[in-house]
């Protein structure tokens, strides 16, 4: 069975500080991808980063990487330089081959980025 | 940009009344899941479609839910007869099927339906 695990309900950063958004995950997929959204408190979902399972390099787009440790099974979210809106739940996700495409979500952080 | 589009955005309405929602995924994807968030339950899947046809509806309540594709374009998720604690927000998502070998695609996410039952 797929399961991802975000320990942290709230987290708070200072405006132009770095913030790192934990995720663990546990598959017995040989491959599967790893994925990150944002809701603000508008409410839409938005997809931010994506990685593989097979990518050497960890992914990075823009102000947003991903800490992937396999061996760890974590792929945590690190933000730098932190803005007044990126304050939203952070939702890790997951897919794998043997899944197909079906995703499963973990229950999300709560970041609040203080000025 | 390629948008999910969603309709209604909200909807309020009384109990026992048929709700219906509806989705238009991004034009060739062919995958489309529709998921319900509240505060107690976060994120449920209810359903999920691959090329119209239905996989997956374990987690949709089948006494008064159901979800159909009646073609590429439309997706719908039917409540009859709703219920108060129907009342969450419903997203519609789409995808596409995994890639090359080690890549996989993110679902895209309308902007969801804000359903209130009275």
């Known amino acids: 069975a797929q399961k991802i695990t975000q320990t942290q309900p709230g987290m708070f950063v200072q405006e132009k500080e770095a913030v790192t958004l934990d995720c663990t995950y546990d598959?017995?997929?040989?491959?599967?991808?790893l994925f990150w959204y944002k809701q603000p408190s508008s409410g839409e979902m938005i997809f931010l980063i994506y990685q593989g399972s097979y990518d050497q390099q960890n992914a990075t787009e823009g102000r947003y990487s991903l800490n992937f440790q396999k061996a760890r099974k974590s792929a945590n979210l690190v933000i730098s330089a932190s803005q007044l809106g990126d304050s939203a739940m952070y939702f890790c996700?997951?897919?794998?081959?043997?899944?197909?495409?079906?995703?499963?979500f973990g229950t999300g952080t709560s970041l609040t980025v203080i000025p | 940009d390629a948008r999910v589009t969603q309709t209604p955005r909200h909807k309020v309405t009384e109990m026992g009344q048929e709700v219906t929602m509806r989705c238009q995924p991004i034009?060739?994807?062919?995958?489309v899941f529709w998921y319900r968030q509240t505060m107690m339950q976060g994120l449920e899947l209810l359903a999920y479609f691959r090329n119209r046809a239905p996989l997956d509806d374990s987690g949709m309540p089948k006494d008064r839910f159901s979800a159909e594709m009646p073609d590429a374009t439309l997706a719908t998720l039917k409540i009859q007869p709703s219920e108060p604690r129907d009342s969450a927000v419903y997203f519609c998502?789409?995808?596409?099927?995994?890639?090359?070998?080690?890549?996989?695609?993110?679902?895209?996410f309308g902007d969801g339906t804000r359903l209130s039952i009275l």
């Open positions: 034009l060739g994807h062919n995958t």
């Open positions: 996700a997951m897919r794998g081959i043997n899944t197909g495409n079906q995703f499963y």
């Open positions: 998502a789409s995808g596409s099927g995994p890639a090359a070998q080690g890549a996989y695609q993110p679902q895209h």
């Open positions: 598959t017995s997929d040989p491959s599967y991808g």
